[in-house]
Each structure stands twice: as structure tokens, then as C-alpha cells.
């Protein structure tokens, strides 16, 4: 497969963006705001998206509230060698946010029955890649099982109604 053609595999595109909205779905349920990976302006929480044109998995990063980059980039524009103690001090607390927070992350996906690993991106180092999934979270399977349950009682159900000649519909 050429590199031309990764990007434009489109069984693989769809596999991702249904473990997507799986990694969407596990860091909502811990409780993480989650925003759309286009990385909209204004947006906070963790962002993500589908590794684009690559498809080598679902990306996840997270981006702090606009009030503080902001911020940052105004006290990082007085001092543009970032030689100042304000500039260090933006400078450790982004670091610090974005380790614990892709930390965390990589905790609650991993134990979510996500495969997890590091992006490789030099430019976003805690930006993690989730690959694929191991196992079905705990809460997915529970849920999914409820469903389950409830379709087949309402099957059953209509199944004896319909046997006993009586349609839902006519009223008897």
C-alpha cells in the first residue's frame, strides 16, 4: 500500500471512527469534558480525533480552557526568548497540565479495555494514539446487556401478543 493510499482505505476510516466515538464515549463516562479533535477555538477538555491522512488510530490530546492559553501566549509575546520568570512559569504549568492530564487519560482508556500508546508527536508529546479495543469497558458491557435483556422481554412480549391473535395495533 502506497502512502497515497493510507489515507484513503475506507473500511479502515470507518473502524476508526467507531473506536472514536468508543474513546469519546469512555472519557465522557469518567466524567472529562470532550471536545471534536478540528480543534475548534474556544473548546477545553480533551480533543479527538481520527489520525488523519496516516489512519494509524484515534487520536486523543488535551487542550487547556481559552482563558488560559490566552494568557500564556500574551506573557509568552512580552518575553519572546522566554527568559522571564512569568514565561517559565506558563511554561512548567502547560507542562504539568498536559502530563497529568494525558497520564490520566492513558489510565482511564487503558483500563477502558483501550490499547494505548504515545502518538510519537514531537510537537504534542502527550498526545496518546489509541489503536484498537482489547476488551469492552465494564459499563458498555453492563449497559449493552440491559439492552439486550430489554429487547428480548419486548420481543417475547409481542411475540405472545401476536400469538394470541390480537395485533397492537387494532385496539383488542
Known amino acids: 500500500m502506497t502512502e497515497e493510499s493510507i ?15 468508543v474513546v469519546q464515549a469512555e472519557l465522557a463516562a469518567a466524567g472529562l469534558p470532550v471536545g471534536p479533535g478540528e480543534r475548534p477555538v474556544g ?3 480533551a480533543l479527538v480525533s481520527v489520525d488523519v491522512p ?7 490530546e488535551w487542550r487547556e ?7 500564556g501566549q500574551q506573557a509568552w509575546g512580552d518575553d ?4 522571564g520568570a512569568e514565561a517559565a512559569a506558563f511554561s512548567r504549568l502547560f507542562h504539568e497540565i498536559d502530563t497529568a492530564m494525558s497520564e ?8 477502558a479495555g483501550l490499547e494505548v500508546g504515545s502518538s510519537g508527536n514531537d510537537y504534542a508529546p502527550g498526545e496518546l494514539l489509541v489503536t484498537r479495543r482489547l476488551t469492552p469497558s465494564v459499563w458498555q458491557a453492563r449497559r449493552d446487556a ?13 411475540n405472545a ?6 395485533h397492537p395495533t387494532d385496539g383488542s
Do not use: C, F
Not at 54 to 60: K, W
Not at 146 to 158: F, K
Open 161 to 166: 401478543r401476536h400469538a394470541a391473535g390480537r
Open 146 to 158: 440491559q439492552n439486550s435483556a430489554r429487547h428480548e422481554s419486548m420481543r417475547q412480549a409481542w
Open 104 to 111: 490520566a487519560m492513558r489510565k482511564i482508556l487503558t483500563a
Open 54 to 60: 496516516d489512519l494509524r488510530g484515534v487520536l486523543v
Open 7 to 21: 489515507g484513503h482505505d475506507p473500511e479502515r476510516r470507518y473502524r476508526l471512527d467507531a473506536l472514536l466515538e
Open 65 to 71: 480552557h481559552t482563558v488560559l492559553v490566552d494568557l
Open 43 to 45: 473548546v477545553a477538555g
Open 80 to 83: 519572546p526568548h522566554r527568559e
